[in-house]
C-alpha cells in the first residue's frame, strides 16, 4: 500500500484504481446504518443481521465504483487523461485533466455518474418485483434500488463537489461564457447545500416527533464539512484558473536582448547599459551565429548572461574577454514563443522551470523578452 494514495487495486481507462484506508470507515459507517433498515426488511436474519447490512454496503460500494468508472470513460472518451478512480471516506472521485474541458463535455462527464446510478436502481427494482426466491436476495435487490436512487439524487443536487454541481458550473459557463462564473455559483450552492443537509438532520425528525440520531447528525456533519471545504476549494481553484487563462507575457516579460556569444564583456556591459541604464535589468542571452557590428543579434538562444559574473569580470580583462565566459547555458525547453498565452504560456514556464529559473521570449528569430518563473508564480 503506498501511504498517500491506498490500495491499488486494479487499472481501468488506463489509470489506476485505488482504495483508500478511509473508505474502510465509510464502510463501517454505513454498515451501522443500514441495521436498522436490514432488521424491518429481513427480520428473519435475526443474529446476522449485521452480515446482512455489511453485505448491502458491499454492493453499495459496487455501484460506487461503476459511478466512477462511468465518469472516467466519459473523461476518456472526451480527450481527457483519466490520473485515478478512487473510493474514499465520501464515496469516490475520479481524477482527470480537464485543460481541454467545454461547458458540454463538463456537464456530460459530470451526468453519466449519477445516471449509471439510476440504471442500476432500476434494474434491482425490476429484478426486486420479478424475484420470488429468498427473502436475502429481495432484501439486497431491494436495498441496492432504493441506495442506489438515493445516490444519484443526492449527486445531482445543483451544488459543489456534487456531480449536479458540476452541471449548474457548465450551464452558467455556458450561458455566461465565464467558467468562473460557473464555479462560484455552485460553490455557493454547495456551501448552502451542506449547512442545510446538517440542519435538516436535526429539523426532520425533531418536526416529525422522532428522536434525534447522533451518529446520523454526525454523519451529516461529516459530509456537510466535506462539501463545504471542496466547494471552497474548487473556488480557489477556479480562480487560479482564471489567473493563468489571463497570463499575457506582454505584462510579464522583463527585457532582454540578444547578443552574439564572441562580444567582450565590455561589449555586453556598454549594450546593457544603452539599453537600460543598468546591466542587471536587462537579462543578456546569448545566440549563435556570427557577431554583428553593434553587438546585438538574431538566432537561436543558446546561453544567459551571469550578471553577478559579469559584474566581478576586472575592468583590464573586460575588453578582451568573451562574454560567453561568463555565462550559462541555455535549455532549449526554456526557449519559449512569445505569442503563447494563458494555459499555454503557464504549461511552458511549467515545463521549463525544473531547467532554468527564466525562460526566453522569442518571436520567430527575435529575442523580445525574459519571463521569470517566479514572476509567474507571483501572477497566480
Not at 434494474?123 to 420479478?130: I, K, M, S
Not at 427473502?135 to 443526492?154: E, T
Not at 463537489?161 to 468562473?180: C, F, I, K, N, Y
Amino acid at each position: 500500500m503506498d501511504k498517500s494514495t491506498g490500495w491499488v487495486v486494479g487499472r481501468i481507462a488506463g489509470a489506476p484504481v485505488l482504495l483508500k484506508p478511509s473508505a474502510l470507515v465509510m464502510v463501517g459507517v454505513l454498515t451501522l446504518l443500514f441495521v436498522p433498515t436490514v432488521r424491518t426488511v429481513s427480520p428473519e436474519l435475526g443474529s446476522q443481521t449485521l452480515l446482512g447490512a455489511f453485505v448491502v454496503v458491499v454492493m453499495l460500494m459496487v455501484s460506487v465504483f461503476l459511478h466512477e468508472l462511468a465518469h472516467a470513460l466519459a473523461a476518456r472518451a472526451h480527450g481527457m487523461v483519466v490520473q485515478e478512480l478512487a473510493l474514499t471516506l465520501w464515496g469516490g472521485h475520479t481524477a482527470y485533466t480537464d485543460t481541454r474541458s467545454t461547458p458540454r463535455s463538463s456537464a456530460v462527464i459530470a451526468v453519466v455518474g449519477p445516471l449509471t446510478n439510476v440504471v442500476l436502481a432500476g434494474l434491482a427494482w425490476f429484478g426486486y418485483q420479478a424475484q420470488a426466491g429468498s427473502s436475502s436476495v429481495a432484501l439486497l435487490l431491494y436495498v441496492s434500488a432504493y441506495a442506489n436512487a438515493a445516490v444519484a439524487i443526492f449527486n445531482l443536487l445543483p451544488g459543489l463537489p456534487l456531480d449536479g454541481g458540476q452541471v449548474t458550473e457548465a450551464l452558467v459557463w455556458a450561458v455566461t461564457g465565464s467558467r468562473l462564473r460557473g464555479t462560484v455559483v455552485a460553490a455557493w450552492t454547495g456551501r448552502v447545500l451542506a449547512v442545510t443537509l446538517v440542519a435538516a438532520a436535526i429539523a426532520v425528525p425533531s418536526l416529525s416527533g422522532r428522536r434525534v440520531e447522533l451518529l446520523m447528525v454526525v454523519w451529516a456533519a461529516l459530509i456537510g464539512s466535506f462539501m463545504w471545504s471542496s466547494a471552497s476549494a474548487a473556488l480557489a481553484q477556479s480562480r487560479r484558473r482564471a489567473k493563468i487563462d489571463a497570463l499575457d507575457p506582454r505584462l510579464l516579460a522583463r527585457p532582454a536582448v540578444a547578443v552574439s556569444a564572441d562580444v567582450t564583456v565590455a561589449q555586453a556591459r556598454q549594450i546593457a547599459e544603452d539599453l537600460g541604464g543598468d546591466d542587471a535589468q536587462v537579462q543578456l542571452v546569448l545566440v549563435a551565429g556570427p557577431q554583428p557590428t553593434t553587438g546585438v543579434a538574431t538566432g537561436q538562444p543558446v546561453g544567459l548572461v551571469d550578471h553577478l559574473a559579469l559584474a566581478d569580470v576586472p575592468e583590464n580583462a573586460a575588453a578582451t574577454a568573451p562574454v560567453w565566459s561568463v555565462s550559462v547555458a541555455l535549455p532549449t525547453v526554456a526557449v519559449v514563443d512569445a505569442a503563447l498565452a494563458g494555459e499555454q504560456l503557464f504549461s511552458a514556464v511549467l515545463r521549463a522551470a525544473p531547467h532554468a529559473p527564466v525562460c526566453i521570449l522569442v518571436l520567430g528569430e527575435h529575442v523580445v523578452g525574459a519571463l521569470y518563473a517566479t514572476d509567474v508564480a507571483r501572477a497566480i
